[in-house]
T-cell receptor, first 113, second 115 residues
Framework: GENVEQHPSTLSVQEGDSAVIKCTYSDSASNYFPWYKQELGKRPQLIIDIRSNVGEKKDQRIAVTLNKTAKHFSLHITETQPEDSAVYFCAASVSNTGNQFYFGTGTSLTVIP | EAGVAQSPRYKIIEKRQSVAFWCNPISGHATLYWYQQILGQGPKLLIQ????????DSQLPKDRFSAERLKGVDSTLKIQPAKLEDSAVYLC?????????????FGPGTRLLVL
């Protein structure tokens, strides 16, 4: 089955700096890559996603890039704010196998004011 | 639009006891997922339903875990008997269908502590 690895496990940045979280996947058939943000004690919430026919996608301060050849994708947060502090999970999915998501182990991001 | 509802939010039991969790997906969502999230890890899929049928339960420890979605709406996940290593957050999620690239919406989870 699919194996998703995520790095780093913890990340601290100064407010206003950028944060980058990287994920690799093993199944070359994976074609959908969502990113979820989970604040302490709350439910995971989708913040951005990318499909394999696209190399990059942006939404305000958040962007995701995908390199299908290398089988890795990354989350980029610019101009970080304290409210960006949370655990971020990447996931990979193979669309023709029922939309099952395989999650990474998470990155705990702390934005220092 | 109401989100995915779960209950209870917290549960503390002793090992070898039984426990059940309930999930109500977003209205109209045909696909329902149960995940186990152990502290410090990402969610791991336990079972996936499409309406009232099981799509994938390959990672469900069937000797102690069971789940049902009899009428294709609400779902119940049961653990019997519980072990210490079952301590985790159990997340329910739903999506419109099992078509690829379909957003999954998560409930708040049930935090289980087995003593």
């Amino acid at each position: 089955g699919e194996n998703v690895e995520q790095h780093p496990s913890t990340l601290s940045v100064q407010e206003g700096d950028s944060a980058v979280i990287k994920c690799t996947y093993s199944d070359s058939a994976s074609n959908y890559f969502p990113w979820y943000k989970q604040e302490l004690g709350k439910r995971p919430q989708l913040i951005i996603d990318i499909r394999s026919n696209v190399g990059e996608k942006k939404d305000q301060r958040i962007a995701v890039t995908l390199n299908k050849t290398a089988k890795h994708f990354s989350l980029h947060i610019t101009e970080t704010q304290p409210e960006d502090s949370a655990v971020y999970f990447c996931a990979a999915s193979v669309s023709n196998t029922g939309n099952q998501f395989y999650f990474g182990t998470g990155t705990s991001l702390t934005v220092i004011p | 639009e109401a989100g995915v509802a779960q209950s209870p939010r917290y549960k503390i039991i002793e090992k070898r006891q039984s426990v059940a969790f309930w999930c109500n997906p977003i209205s109209g969502h045909a696909t329902l997922y149960w995940y186990q999230q152990i502290l410090g890890q990402g969610p791991k899929l336990l079972i996936q339903f499409q309406n009232n049928g099981v799509v994938d339960d390959s990672q469900l420890p069937k000797d102690r875990f069971s789940a049902e979605r009899l009428k294709g709406v609400d779902s119940t996940l049961k653990i019997q008997p519980a072990k210490l290593e079952d301590s985790a957050v159990y997340l329910c999620a739903s999506s419109l269908s099992l078509a690829g690239s379909m957003t999954q919406y998560f409930g708040p989870g049930t935090r289980l502590l087995v003593l």
